[in-house]
């Protein structure tokens, strides 16, 4: 029996202080991980759950798989690479190479999830902080359109609202204000004080009114704007219910931000459940200058047309690689039935839709328990994974590497 | 033969279920993933619209197609809002906008209308890839 410590890779806080019981390969006591966390490690040691080699359908060796993905990709005219958002830095650098090798387009998930808000952090027209310096010195955390007891499970036991290890003789107090904006009724706004009722799509409403463009301001943004002047540092983590609720434009959002920074500190985190969405949008625009949605054929080229839904929308590529992503359960079915006619390539460590759709499954390790490399948090931290725990699945970066050195443009 | 006076616009709410999320890691999409993600949640005055008592069928469609699925009432929702966890069954309910630059997932106009039929089997919501 061995115990070790690992950096839990099921969701974006990276949670490194979870420990594992591993007796003759078998996953034995878990702790500190949370439901999340602890359904990732159960899943990664068990046989049923993983994916397997397979080329349309049969199942083969590793090689075998590497070597038909590699004559796909090579014989394609257009080829599309996508996911990437669970890999590590490593495997995130190797995918942009290949996408430049093959003059591919590139995108993740980004460009129809947090693409816009990571992109103005990125630019810094928003501001940030690390998690971190939330906890050490924010005095209001406004979770707005989020709800981390679903996504991030522990985000605020370990970073945020209870992550305090001071307590007083009577028990646990809260040391900052914890508010909330959201359309529904969650567990977050039930401890929120005070939490935000809004209508679906009312946080434009709610912008405008704090920002003095609506003449008759309602009473929510009048109360958010003294809630929000009378603290010193706020720190808004920003969930998908707002990203999609302002339909991807962050304009009147960052004038609002920009219009509070001018009498207290504000920083944006947004609350990405991927592991590691921000390392792939920062090495992509340290490469091209763009987050996501990037055409290596030719030159570097990046537009609407280059996202992931546009692409399978026209029926542009004729093969893609999905790497550790499986849009087969989290898109649209009415886009997904236009992949008839496409060759698909996925690398995953788990069984999913997706690989069960794809003409060719290549296995991986786990990132975080089988193999090692670094990611970057939701703040911006970059974060070392620990070293894995040998199971036999060749890393990520061992497939693209392959298929790097076999591909033929 | 559902009267149409039972029926009732919605705007469908998708959300993370972290109960969801755990099964589908652990399970993949079985019952127990059937379970969890076959649900819309309505306002109390809905379900009484809908002449429905909770968990009770229901069928939800839009212009992007429907799925049968159960009806719980939830004491703080809001009329006219069906709120829906991030499931195979709220992806058939959604569309895709080639102009839009996030994918519809807060904000799906549906119809509701009670029903007898059977929950939409899991297998009814994958994409068959016919390939040779």
Redesign the interface.
């Known amino acids: 029996m061995s115990s070790k410590t690992l950096v839990c890779t099921g969701c974006g806080c990276l949670c490194d202080d979870v420990q594992v019981e591993i007796d003759s390969g078998r996953l034995g006591q878990i702790e500190n991980a949370c439901a999340k966390g602890a359904a990732y490690l159960q899943t990664a040691f068990n046989p049923e759950r993983r994916a397997r080699s397979t080329v349309r359908g049969q199942p083969c060796s590793t090689e075998s798989a590497i070597d038909e993905a590699a004559r796909l990709l090579s014989k394609a005219k257009r080829r599309l690479i996508f996911g990437l958002d669970n890999s590590t830095l490593e495997a995130q650098a190797l995918a942009i190479d290949l996408a430049r090798k093959l003059g591919a387009v590139i995108d993740d998930a980004s460009s129809f999830s947090f693409g816009p808000i990571v992109e103005r952090i990125l630019k810094k027209d928003l501001p940030t902080c690390s998690l971190s310096e939330v906890k050490d010195k924010a005095d209001l955390l406004l979770y707005w359109g989020a709800n981390p007891t679903a996504t991030h499970p522990r985000h605020l036991s370990k970073y945020t609202y209870y992550g305090y290890s001071d307590f007083n003789p009577a028990g646990w107090y809260p040391r900052v204000t914890l508010s909330s904006i959201d359309v529904r009724q969650t567990e977050l706004t039930a401890m929120s004080q005070p939490a935000f009722k809004i209508k679906p799509h009312g946080d434009h409403e709610l912008i405008s009114g704090l920002l003095g463009e609506s003449p008759a301001a309602s009473d929510q943004a009048r109360q958010l704007s003294e809630l929000v002047k009378t603290s010193e540092f706020c720190a808004i983590f920003c969930g998908l219910g707002l990203v999609h609720s302002l339909g991807g434009d962050f304009s009147g959002f960052s004038q609002m931000v920009q219009m509070l920074s001018q009498s207290i500190r504000v920083a944006v985190i947004p609350l990405i459940a991927e592991t590691s969405m921000l390392g792939f949008s920062k090495l992509l625009r340290k490469e091209t200058s763009y987050v996501n949605q990037v055409s290596f054929a030719g030159s570097v080229s990046h537009g609407r047309e280059f996202s992931f839904a546009e692409q399978v929308h026209n029926r542009t590529p004729e093969c893609i690689l999905i790497v550790g992503s499986d849009p087969f359960s989290a898109l649209p079915q009415s886009l997904l039935s236009r992949l008839q006619e496409v060759d698909i390539v996925c690398l995953d460590h788990f069984s999913t839709l997706t690989t069960k759709a794809a003409d060719i499954v290549i296995p991986t390790a786990a990132p975080g328990v089988e193999s090692s490399g670094s990611v970057v948090r939701l703040d911006g931290d970059s974060i070392a994974l620990a070293e894995p725990i040998k199971n036999g699945y060749p890393a990520q970066e061992d497939i693209l590497r392959q298929l790097l050195e076999k591909v033929q443009p | 033969m559902t009267s149409p006076q039972n029926e009732i616009l919605l705007?469908i709410?998708m959300?993370?279920?972290?109960?969801l999320?755990?099964v589908?890691?652990?399970d993949?999409?079985g019952n127990a993933y059937q379970k969890k993600a076959a649900v819309v949640r309505l306002s109390r005055s809905d379900i009484e619209k809908l002449r429905l008592k909770d968990g009770v069928r229901v069928e939800i469609s839009t212009a992007?197609?429907s799925v049968v699925l159960v009806a719980r009432a939830d004491s703080?929702?809001?009329a006219g809002?069906g709120?829906m966890p991030?499931s195979?069954y709220a992806?058939?309910l959604?569309?895709?906008d080639?102009g839009?630059?996030?994918?519809?997932?807060?904000?799906i106009e549906a119809r509701a209308v009670p029903t007898e039929k059977c929950i939409t089997p899991i297998s009814d919501?994958?994409?068959?890839?016919?390939?040779a």
């Open positions: 705007t709410v959300h993370e279920d972290v109960h999320a755990t589908k890691l652990r993949g999409w992007a197609g703080a929702g809001e809002v709120l991030s195979l992806n058939r959604a569309g895709y080639p839009a630059l996030v994918l519809p997932r807060k904000h919501l994958m994409v068959r890839r016919n390939r």
